[in-house]
T-cell receptor, first 113, second 112 residues
Framework: DVKVTQSSRYLVKRTGEKVFLECVQD?????MFWYRQDPGLGLRLIYF???????EKGDIPEGYSVSREKKERFSLILESASTNQTSMYLC????????????FGQGTRLTVV | GEDVEQSLFLSVREGDSSVINCTYT??????LYWYKQEPGAGLQLLTY?????DMKQDQRLTVLLNKKDKHLSLRIADTQTGDSAIYFC????????????FGQGTELSVKP
């Protein structure tokens, strides 16, 4: 079974802190994604990557950056956390560029105070 | 632009059929997906349909696709309390590097 693991289930950070959310997948997938989920808004794509060191902006990249130094790991970075970044963050991976059966991690609920 | 729309809530009685509807805008999507999210968990792929199909059946699940109207539906037969969850439809526009566009999610509540 594909496993996508996010490093934390719950995080509480202070405004202005630099925050790292880590995601690791164990199935050699090409694509990796970071979404945030907010009630009534569904999932919104922050960034995605289709190869090592490659990244593409999604719909809401402002305030975020990403890093993909190894194929299995995709990190989301909040450069200076703000309260409006309090949300559920979901990482996903998928094996093909045009057929995207994405597999999701369990999510990280981030609270910025 | 790309957009996927769903109604936010659906309530049914145990044993009834549930129908969750979705509209999408990008006709280039090769596949359309239904994901399920149980409380406190990530999303799990439930089923998908290839864009040249009208219908796909998988046990209690039936997916209907109307390409002309860009309308996708998920029917769950004999709905059980364990089906209570949030259901997301998603499209994957062609030539966008595998990007998935999700709807807002429909929260299905199944009452005994």
């Amino acid at each position: 079974d594909v496993k996508v693991t996010q490093s934390s289930r719950y995080l509480v950070k202070r405004t202005g802190e630099k925050v790292f959310l880590e995601c690791v997948q164990d199935m050699d997938h090409e694509n990796m994604f970071w979404y945030r989920q907010d009630p009534g808004l569904g999932l919104r794509l922050i960034y995605f990557s289709y190869d090592v060191k490659m990244k593409e902006k999604g719909d809401i990249p402002e305030g975020y950056s990403v890093s993909r130094e190894k194929k299995e790991r995709f990190s989301l970075i909040l450069e200076s956390a703000s309260t409006n970044q309090t949300s559920m963050y979901l990482c996903a991976s998928s094996p093909y560029r045009d057929r995207t059966e994405a597999f999701f991690g369990q999510g990280t609920r981030l609270t910025v105070v | 632009g790309e957009d996927v729309e769903q109604s936010l809530f659906l309530s049914v009685r145990e044993g009834d059929s549930s129908v969750i509807n979705c509209t999408y805008t990008d006709s280039s999507s090769t596949y359309l997906y239904w994901y399920k999210q149980e409380p406190g968990a990530g999303l799990q792929l439930l089923t998908y349909i290839f864009s040249n199909m009208d219908m796909k059946q998988d046990q209690r699940l039936t997916v209907l696709l109307n390409k002309k109207d860009k309308h996708l539906s998920l029917r769950i037969a004999d709905t059980q309390t364990g089906d209570s969850a949030i259901y997301f439809c998603a499209e994957s526009p062609r030539n966008q590097g595998g990007k998935l566009i999700f709807g807002q999610g429909t929260e299905l509540s199944v009452k005994p």
